[in-house]
């Protein structure tokens, strides 16, 4: 029943900023955003920012600097700034949140995605 909605896509010239959205449904005591990732054309899903349990980040290298995570727990949404992007940033953004099932089961959960395009 937990449902991820990423937004905020969309085209921008190279050195722009755009910031994504994520939310995600469900009681903020059992889902919780865990990180953003992103999949370029004929590339591999990979990790963008990653959330912590104890609330710390792990951002990829291409990203330090540029990228800034903030998440509102109270909303179950997570928020990717994204500044001075680059061509090579471009790609389909991809929110994840994970729900605590119990009994130390947990399960992903992955929006559609949004279409992050950098032009040159």
């Known amino acids: 029943q937990v449902q991820v909605v990423e937004s905020g896509g969309g085209l921008v010239q190279a050195g722009g900023s755009l910031r994504l959205s994520c939310a995600a449904s469900?009681?903020?005591?059992?889902?919780?955003?865990m990180g953003w990732y992103r999949q370029a054309p004929g590339e591999q899903r990979e990790l963008v920012i990653g959330?912590?349990?104890?609330?710390?980040?792990n951002y990829a290298d291409s990203v330090k600097g540029r990228f800034t995570i903030s998440r509102n727990n109270a909303k179950n949404t997570a928020y990717l700034q994204m500044n001075s992007l680059k061509p090579e940033d471009t790609a389909v953004y991809y929110c994840?949140?994970?729900?605590?099932?119990?009994?130390?089961?947990?399960?992903?959960?992955w929006g559609q995605g949004t279409q992050v395009t950098v032009s040159s």
């Open positions: 994840n949140a994970i729900e605590n099932l119990g009994g130390n089961r947990y399960k992903h959960y």
């Open positions: 469900g009681s903020i005591f059992s889902v919780n955003v």
């Open positions: 959330i912590n349990s104890d609330g710390s980040t």
